[in-house]
């Protein structure tokens, strides 16, 4: 089973509201990513955790606030975004390498379907 | 740096024609390869993967692609193209220099499949 499980599906949100989207892989996987990803454009990294730990922070603006509570999960919390910050958000995992927790080249990125929001 | 380029921003057959969707990259590495579609309003889902091992590699739905290290192209076909391929073609390649799984990613092909 290669399901990365993302909820929900679509948000609708205004600039002063706190929301969260949530991630949920079952494969063992043990590095969980965060993905954005405008229309007709490819995705855009924003945040890596490898064995729970955050590894990469691609410089995103701190009313995105990652969360990883165990090696299942992934949440992303949202607070006073701006409209432009509409978008899908990908979550997507991974096999992790032991030692530095640096992800193989060769390990396969597993995506979700993707959280649609949209900020009014 | 690794970087990934793909020729063609939009490509339009016929169904039952075969597809070609051209991808090259630049790598200072043997680099792990990957092709990931994704259909509208949907996630991305890996169609095949290169890693060092066979240089054609057979993907699901009938997409196979070669890696061809002389040419640094990994370029994606299948011989018959059906409605439901409709959809954006991701080229990627692994940054696998530190950086924790970096996926580099193509601006994308969108194939558009006529009746």
């Known amino acids: 089973d290669t399901e990365v499980t993302q909820t929900p599906k679509h948000l609708v949100m205004g600039m002063t509201n706190k929301k969260s989207l949530k991630c949920e892989q079952h494969?063992?996987?043990?590095?969980m990513y965060w993905y954005k990803q405008k229309a007709k454009k490819p995705p855009e990294l924003m945040f890596v955790?490898?064995?729970?730990?955050?590894?990469i922070n691609e410089s995103v603006p701190s009313r995105f606030s990652p969360e990883c509570p165990n090696s299942s999960l992934l949440n992303l919390h949202l607070h006073a975004l701006q409209p432009e910050d509409s978008a899908l958000y990908l979550c997507?995992?991974?096999?992790?390498?032991?030692?530095?927790?640096?992800?193989?080249?060769?390990?396969?990125?597993?995506f979700g379907e993707g959280s649609w929001l949209t900020v009014v | 740096a690794q970087s990934v380029t793909q020729l063609d921003s939009h490509v339009s057959v016929s169904e039952g024609t075969p597809v070609l969707l051209r991808c090259n990259y630049s790598?200072?590495?043997?680099?792990?390869l990957f092709w990931y579609v994704q259909h509208p309003n949907k996630g991305l889902q890996l169609l095949l993967k290169?890693?060092?091992?066979?240089?054609l590699v057979k993907g699901i739905n009938g997409f196979e692609a070669e890696f061809k290290k002389s040419e640094t192209s990994f370029h994606l076909t299948k011989p018959s193209a059906h409605m439901s391929d409709a959809a954006e073609y991701f080229c990627?390649?692994?940054?696998?220099?530190?950086?924790?799984?970096?996926?580099?990613f193509g601006q994308g092909t969108e194939l558009s499949v006529k009746p």
């Open positions: 997507a995992s991974s096999q992790a390498l032991s030692g530095l927790g640096v992800v193989s080249s060769g390990n396969t990125i597993y």
């Open positions: 494969m063992g996987h043990r590095a």
């Open positions: 955790y490898s064995y729970e730990k955050l590894s």
């Open positions: 790598s200072s590495y043997s680099p792990s």
């Open positions: 290169y890693t060092s091992a066979a240089t």
């Open positions: 990627v390649v692994s940054d696998y220099n530190n950086q924790g799984g970096k996926l580099i």
